[in-house]
Each structure stands twice: as C-alpha cells, then as structure tokens.
C-alpha cells in the first residue's frame, strides 16, 4: 500500500500532537506514513524525504514542529508536493515562536499553516486537498461534515434539557 500523506515530526516527542493526524487518517481509511525527521540534526534525510516523496506516491505531507519550527519550510523548499505545517506547543513561548516560523515563509515556498497542536485540522485539510480530484474520498469528506454538524445539533439538543431555576 502507498501512502498518501507523509506525517512528519522533528522528534517522537511530537508524537501526542501528532497522532491526531494519524486517527483521522486511520478513521478515514487513507493511507499514511510517519516519520521522525529534524530539519537541524537531520538536515540530508529531510532534504532526501522532501525531493523523493512524490516520487512514492505521497500526495500532500504533514509537517509539525516546535520552536524554531524549520521543518516545514525545509521540506516544502524542497518538494513539489503541498505542506501543511503545525505548529507543536513545547516553548516558554506556548507555541507562538512555531506559528509564526510556519507562517513567515518567503515567497514561492508556501506552507500552509492549522492552529498551535492542530494535527487534526492538518490531516483533514490534507484530505480536502486530495479529495479534489477523487470522488470516492470527496463523498467520505462530505459525509464527515455533515457528522459534525448532527454533533453539534445533538449537543445543542441535549443543552436545550438542562434545568436552571432562571433558565427561560
């Protein structure tokens, strides 16, 4: 089976963040590898990673890191594929030092950016990337949404039950 997503992290101790990726891939049955590559102790193998993915069959790749945050930027330098940073939450600066390295990228290297620890967000996004030009997954996308939305239907039902004396 090829992977689809490539998740990427600078240290397994990334690993709580961005295993909610790796959740919602699993759930919806997309193909996904994880790695962990630092943009600063493993410069050749992230610059190996980033020019041969799409040559494996990776489509879109998940890069979450913390800091300095030059793992996604590394990556997307050097690889035709789309990058979806994330920036991971570990420094006295609670993860803005890491949003803004993501987002400050030059121009012609975009990285696309989710919230501090938004992994989730990340492998969802991914998925909208590659449902695009596939139906089958653009069908499991549009299902996915629509359970969001009975979620929120249900909550704000069962809200609706509550009993407070001054509640109208």
């Known amino acids: 089976m090829t992977p689809l997503v490539s998740i990427i992290m600078g240290s397994t101790s990334d690993l709580p963040v961005m295993e909610k990726a790796c ?4 759930e919806m049955e997309i193909p996904f590898e994880v790695n962990a590559l630092s ?4 410069p050749a ?4 990673f980033a020019k041969n993915a799409h040559l494996r069959g990776v489509k879109v790749i998940i890069a979450g890191a913390g800091m300095a945050a030059a793992l996604p930027g590394v990556i997307a330098a050097e690889s035709p594929l789309p990058v979806i940073g994330v920036p991971i939450k570990g420094s ?14 030059p121009p012609g290297i975009p990285v696309a950016t989710v919230a501090i620890n ?3 967000n990340a492998a969802v ?3 909208q990337i590659m449902a695009v030009g596939n139906p089958e997954m653009m069908e499991k996308m549009i299902s996915y ?9 249900k909550a704000n039902e069962e809200l609706a039950k509550l009993q407070y004396k001054y509640k109208v």
């Open 145 to 153: 949404k629509a359970g969001l939305k009975k979620k929120i239907v």
């Open 92 to 105: 006295v600066l609670e993860g803005m030092d890491a949003t803004l390295a993501i987002l400050q990228m």
């Open 23 to 26: 959740n919602f891939l699993e």
């Open 45 to 48: 193998e992230v610059s190996e």
């Open 125 to 127: 996004l991914a998925m």
């Open 118 to 120: 938004g992994a989730q």
């Open 39 to 42: 943009a600063h102790r493993t």
